[in-house]
């Protein structure tokens, strides 16, 4: 590899204004832009975007560094970065969606939906795909996980992994499984008679005010997107393996903005898009039919601690990203960067601690 593909970087303690939102208290304020630029230095993070919510409304957004080092171009609080596995949450709400409506059984097997799944030595419903607990199984090799393939429709992408035998009984253990939630955007598809990135658009994105959600499409123009880097050896930074995600749009193909996360939230707990008690269904820890834990509910992560947190991580070539939040305290954040394998947790928890009581 040329020495010239190698970066480090003396940028990140730079700060770069986005438009103002609603107002956050200006010490706070500078107390998250100094943890946010003493983390970008100790990782040799290129750039960040932040989204904060104080009693369920947006206070505070903004983009921190490069976003594309090759073209010097300054991050913001608009930056789009790939959201991962953040994915998986707004197709559980999809789904939850159409429970509501009677358009979709979360005890019926998948097949009632997409009948071009191969029945299995056990029955999978939606309720095991949406728990995690389905038998399905994650990635096999590096081949995967670096996908360039390109697909435009949900069901061809199931042929990477349908003929594969389940790793459990579905129902008895927990593996998180992107492919499950491939296979779970497939049935909410079905479910809705209408294409799952139309139907997430129409009743998740527009609903939520999440201007910039969409599927993170290798060809499309996707204004304010970010390049994505890795680190070397010696700590430098190289662009990121190529990958395609139409693959996984309903488990990890999307893109989108700290604000929209934080929108997406705001929403999720102000009864916008589901029902309060449908809400508090995907917030409650699922068990396997022996009864223990796991440590996720219908969509999202639940996160035990002095207060229950409820969020989402992804990680994907180029980035990493985080969905926080406190429901009953109406606070949530976002943190999201385009460099894979950081670790955005303390930060998120640096910043929560400034702004909480």
Request: charged content about 20%; aromatic content about 8%; hydrophobic content about 40%.
């Amino acid at each position: 590899m040329k020495s010239s593909a190698r970066v480090r970087l003396i940028l990140p303690l730079l700060l770069w204004p986005a438009p103002a939102q609603t107002p956050l208290d200006p010490g706070k304020v500078r107390d998250i832009e100094r943890a946010v630029s003493a983390e970008m230095a100790r990782q040799n993070i290129p750039a960040i975007s932040v989204a904060v919510a104080v009693g369920g409304k947006m206070r505070w957004a903004n983009g921190f560094g490069i976003a594309d080092l090759e073209n010097f171009v300054p991050a913001k609080a608009a930056t789009v970065y790939r959201l991962g596995s953040i994915s998986k949450p707004i197709t559980a709400v999809a789904v939850m969606q159409l429970v509501e409506k009677g358009k979709l059984d979360l005890n019926a097997r998948v097949q009632k939906y997409v009948p071009q799944f191969p029945a299995k030595q056990w029955p999978v419903t939606v309720r095991h795909l949406l728990a995690h607990q389905g038998g399905i199984r994650h990635y096999r090799d590096y081949s995967e996980i670096n996908h360039t393939l390109h697909y435009t429709d949900l069901l061809e992408p199931l042929k990477i992994f349908q003929n594969d035998p389940l790793q459990f009984e579905p129902g008895t253990a927990y593996l998180y499984s992107t492919y499950g939630y491939a296979l779970l955007g497939a049935v909410a598809e079905a479910a809705a008679g209408m294409k799952f990135t139309d139907y997430i658009r129409e009743r998740i994105f527009e609903p939520a005010g999440m201007r910039h959600t969409r599927p993170d499409d290798v060809f499309a123009i996707i204004p304010n997107r970010a390049r994505g880097y890795r680190k070397v050896p010696g700590g430098g930074l190289e662009n990121c393996a190529l990958t395609d995600t139409s693959n996984k749009i309903p488990g990890g193909g999307l893109c989108g903005t700290a604000e929209d996360l934080v929108e997406f939230a705001i929403h999720m707990n102000a009864g916008t898009l589901l029902k309060k008690e449908t809400v508090e269904q995907m917030y409650t820890r699922q068990k396997t039919r022996e009864g223990k834990p796991t440590p996720y509910g219908l969509g999202w992560q639940i996160i035990d601690g002095d207060r229950q947190w409820i969020g989402h991580g992804g990680a994907q070539q180029g980035v990493r990203t985080l969905l926080l939040m406190l429901p009953n305290e109406g606070f949530s954040v976002a943190v999201m960067c385009n460099l894979e394998l950081a670790n955005l947790e303390p930060l998120a928890g640096q910043i929560a601690k400034i702004v909480l009581p």
